[in-house]
């Protein structure tokens, strides 16, 4: 089935750096989420996103939904050692149903 | 308010051996989703219903695999038999009704982590 496409597929950073990641894809979605995954648990959603140009915050999370509605980002602000675990983004074309997830990006931050 | 709830969250079984995972979604949500993830595909839709009834089982690998949902607090995912390449973590999730919340987003469970030898 079509995934998305999500970069970076691993990023190292040194606690306190800032943090971006994204997720494209060819076709048009009408919504776009992120959640994070810690080890041994299942993904919880962080920020959920409705309209093209849609720019939310969740703390130091920022998440925008790109103007094509192909795309979107996410960023997290002064990264702390809590914010290690595999971000993912997920698509979804209608109001509800079923969602279609990128890969994964996995944070490793440094103290 | 207990979230998704899954069973085992840990099973160890052997090749040929039937295998039964178990989900009770959050009260009132009216859809359900089984997931597969393995390191290599990532997250994959296996199959999801809406008020009990299968809508899409279109990611369900193959006829070792089968999925019910008898009532709107349980549903169950099947492997007869199981092989070594089923080995991956399930999980479940549920959403609530969109008439209630027009953003159902999906919450899941903690999975199921299956290891076939």
């Known amino acids: 089935g079509q995934q998305l496409n999500q970069s970076p597929q691993s990023m190292f950073i040194q606690e306190g750096e800032d943090v971006s990641m994204n997720c494209t894809s060819s076709?048009?979605?009408?919504?776009w989420l992120w959640y994070k995954q810690d080890p041994g648990e299942g993904p919880v959603l962080l920020i959920a996103?409705?309209?093209?140009?849609e720019l939310t915050s969740n703390g130091r999370l920022t998440a925008q939904f790109g103007i094509t509605r192909k795309d979107s980002f996410l960023n997290i602000s002064a990264s702390i050692p809590s914010d290690v675990g595999i971000y993912f983004c997920?698509?979804?074309?209608?109001?509800?149903?079923?969602?279609?997830f990128g890969k994964g990006t996995k944070l490793s931050v440094k103290p | 308010d207990a979230g998704v709830i899954q069973s085992p969250r840990h099973e160890v079984t052997e090749m040929g051996q039937e295998v039964t995972l178990r989900c009770k979604p959050i009260?009132?949500?009216?859809?359900l989703f089984w997931y597969r993830q393995t390191m290599m595909r990532g997250l994959e839709l296996l199959i999801y219903f809406n008020n009990n009834v299968p809508i899409d089982d279109s990611g369900m690998p193959e006829d070792r695999f089968s999925a019910k949902m008898p009532n709107a607090s349980f549903s169950t995912l099947k492997i007869q038999p199981s092989e070594p390449r089923d080995s991956a973590v399930y999980f479940c999730?549920?959403?609530?009704?969109?008439?209630?919340?027009?953003?159902?987003?999906?919450?899941f469970g903690p999975g199921t982590r299956l290891t076939v030898l």
């Open positions: 999730a549920s959403s609530p009704p969109s008439a209630r919340n027009v953003y159902n987003e999906q919450f």
């Open positions: 996103l409705y309209k093209a140009g």
């Open positions: 009260s009132g949500h009216d859809y």
């Open positions: 076709s048009i979605f009408n919504t």
């Open positions: 997920a698509g979804r074309r209608g109001s509800q149903g079923n969602l279609i």
